[in-house]
């Protein structure tokens, strides 16, 4: 098993930055695509169009996964039950796992874990490791959740999958804005996870090998337990 402890550079001024960029662009695309809808178009072009929207529409999911990335004044931090917040994502993911052939299981259940945080934007982190793993399993497989007490302050969820694993080369680069290995991905899930997950003054942590991939979130429980 080889181990990644990715940086912890502060990201917060280049994330207000994409924030601020994500949100100016997104207007005039929102007007380019309406117009862009209405014109009557020669048949010749159609082609032409297809692509102009399609290119339209990956700027879009790429804004929007921008946009997830906190402007301070927005957060909001609550006190939560840590295994209602994972369990939540999971019932989100779930219908899409099984079509997939993918089983989503618990290893433990203890249950009263809880944190303060802003629940949002840490259902973000949770879908976007879920997905990740699921996009890692083609074949289908299987991801364990452990959720327990790592110590005195610390709560410690591990997502574990059993998908292609990272090599080493590539388990340097990830988290980097726009790193990808995957057609039509963004590279942006892992860096805004782990940005909000450094919000919340916890820390992230990749494992991989040949027979898939441990991910590794540390956040710090709330203080009256
Ligand atoms: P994207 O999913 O759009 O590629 P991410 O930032 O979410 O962007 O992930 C970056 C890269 O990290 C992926 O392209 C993939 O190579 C790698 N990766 C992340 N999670 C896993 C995983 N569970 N198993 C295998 N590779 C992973
Ligand atoms: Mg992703």
Redesign the pocket.
Known sequence: TLELILHSEKLSIAGQLAAGIAHEVRNPLTAIKGFLQLMQVPLDNSTYVEIIKSEINRIEIILSELLILAKPQDVKFNEENLNTLIQEVKTLIDTQAIMQNIQIEFANQIGNLTISCDKNKLKQVFI??F???I??MPNGGTIIIEIKKHSKNNAKIT?Q?T????PKH?LK???QPF????E??????????KQIIENHNGSLQ?W?DKK??I?EVILPLNNKQ
Do not use: P, Q, R, Y
Not at 179 to 182: A, D, L, N, Q, S
């Open positions: 976007n490791f997905k990740n793993s996009e890692a997502i999958d998908g292609t694993g990272i590539i680069k990830i988290g790193f990808t290995t995957k039509g991905g963004t590279g942006l899930g892992v860096m805004i996870s990749f991989s898939g991939t991910i």
